[in-house]
């Protein structure tokens, strides 16, 4: 599935260059021409990432990244900010609101790739074929066995599924939607509640050793991974 890409730009000529450049290296581009828009565009399923311009007409780059922050369910997108301002201090103002990234107009198709694939690289999940472990519950996607403490756990395919989306996608809150779209796929009709059976299969797999308390329900929005008390 090709990665989305929200372009909040309000020159179109800036903004259709800036969509082409990412279509033609396999992304998908989303347009926003002003604040509203680029909240409204802030839905299921989210963007991958957002090119920013720093004004745009209803609002500022700054307020955007601020309200993205502050819910959990956007909170971890990353953001490259574009703009014209160069001064040291406005990168400084940018990043510290939350951005990830800073490129300065004019730029090239050239060093928007670089950056763009720089900053999804940095924020992307770990590899499909890679081990992960933590806290001593360890997965191996390649041999597909689950260990506690090298004790091996059994559970089905869809909850083996389930726990690799998870480790991989670590302090995250996701929707039952979302869990739906990244595990079974967007292609399959399963009922929401559906997500919820799966949960409790695997929380029951892993409830032995207490690794149950890392996956948290988050009242009102889904689901998370976490190795932090709620």
Known sequence: MA?????VEDEAPIREMLCFVLEQHGYTAIE??????????????????VL?????PGGSGIQFIKTMRRHD?????????????GEEEDK?????AG????????????????????????????????VIEVMELRLDPISHRVSIKDKAVDMGPTEFKLLHFFMTHTERVYSREQLLNN???????VEDRTVDVHIRRLRKAISFAEHDKLIQTVRGSGYRFSTRVN
């Open 52 to 56: 920013l311009d720093w004004m745009i």
């Open 3 to 7: 990665r989305r890409i929200l372009v």
């Open 73 to 85: 369910l956007t909170r971890q997108i990353p953001i490259i900010m574009l703009t014209a301002k």
């Open 183 to 189: 595990v079974w796929g967007t292609n399959v009709y």
């Open 32 to 49: 926003a021409a002003d604040y509203d828009s680029s909240i409204n565009a802030m839905v299921e399923p989210y963007p991958d990432l």
């Open 99 to 130: 951005a990830d990234d800073y490129l300065t107009k004019p730029f090239s198709p050239k060093e928007l790739m670089a950056r763009v694939k720089a900053v999804i690289r940095r924020v992307a999940p770990t590899s499909l074929e890679e």
């Open 92 to 96: 400084v103002l940018g990043l510290e």
